[in-house]
């Protein structure tokens, strides 16, 4: 595997293990530790899909990332 592999693989695991913590019952979607994976996830995974020259997931982990950016910031204005 290359290191843009590792990369994309790494952002995709988070993302994936936050779903399965949240499915599971163990983080709610208000939890920071569930808004850190996904936003930490989507751009290790967005950054990957520039590096690879890959619109469509440029576009989709971008606005994973910003969504999750936002729920990051609420979260922190109400803390």
Same mark, same amino acid.
């Given at each position: 595997?290359?290191? #843009?592999?590792? #990369?994309?693989?790494?952002?995709? $695991?988070? =993302?994936?293990?936050?779903? %399965?913590?949240?499915a599971?019952? @163990?983080?709610?979607? @208000?939890?920071? =530790?569930? =808004?850190?994976?996904? $936003?930490?996830?989507?751009?290790? +995974?967005?950054?990957?899909?520039v590096?690879?020259?890959? %619109?469509? $997931?440029? #576009?989709?982990?971008? %606005?994973? +990332?910003? %969504?999750?950016?936002?729920?990051? =910031?609420?979260?922190?204005? @109400?803390?």
């Amino acid at each position: 595997m290359t290191y #843009i592999d590792w #990369i994309g693989s790494a952002g995709v $695991f988070l =993302i994936l293990l936050a779903y %399965v913590l949240n499915a599971a019952g @163990k983080l709610g979607t @208000k939890d920071l =530790i569930y =808004i850190l994976m996904n $936003f930490i996830g989507a751009s290790l +995974a967005c950054y990957a899909s520039v590096l690879m020259d890959y %619109v469509p $997931f440029i #576009i989709l982990e971008a %606005v994973w +990332a910003t %969504v999750s950016l936002f729920s990051l =910031i609420r979260y922190n204005m @109400k803390n």
